[in-house]
């Protein structure tokens, strides 16, 4: 199970942060990470971090957004920094069972940027 907050509303080149707890061991769990899907679009991969702390990240956001974990907490944020209008959309946590395979989604939430 995953528990995701944070996001709102914010202006164009504001910073925001989501966090995502998982209801396991992070180890568990090949990767974690955030996706999002605006209006109209496709889901697509925001940033993602291994079991091994190596991350990944979309263009569109690289250099603005770092995603990161504490393994005490099994949590995971996402550090949203210049914030652009095309940055709307809903934000969703994932995770993928390291013995499973598994996708397990969060709850989305919803992430604005708007002057």
């Known amino acids: 199970q995953l528990q995701a907050s944070g996001g709102g509303s914010v202006q164009p080149g504001g910073s925001l942060g989501l966090s995502c707890a998982a209801s396991?061991?992070?180890?568990?769990?090949?990767?974690m990470g955030w996706y999002r899907q605006a209006p109209g679009k496709q889901r697509e991969m925001v940033a993602v971090?291994?079991?091994?702390?190596?991350?990944g990240y979309a263009d569109s956001v690289k250099g603005r957004f770092t995603i990161s974990r504490d393994i005490a907490k099994n949590t995971v944020y996402l550090q949203m920094n210049s914030l652009k209008p095309e940055d709307t959309a809903i934000y969703y946590c994932?995770?993928?069972?390291?013995?499973?395979?598994?996708?397990?989604w969060g709850q989305g939430t919803l992430v604005t940027v708007s002057s």
């Open positions: 994932n995770a993928v069972s390291r013995v499973s395979s598994i996708n397990y």
């Open positions: 396991v061991n992070i180890f568990s769990l090949n990767t």
């Open positions: 971090i291994t079991s091994g702390g190596s991350t």
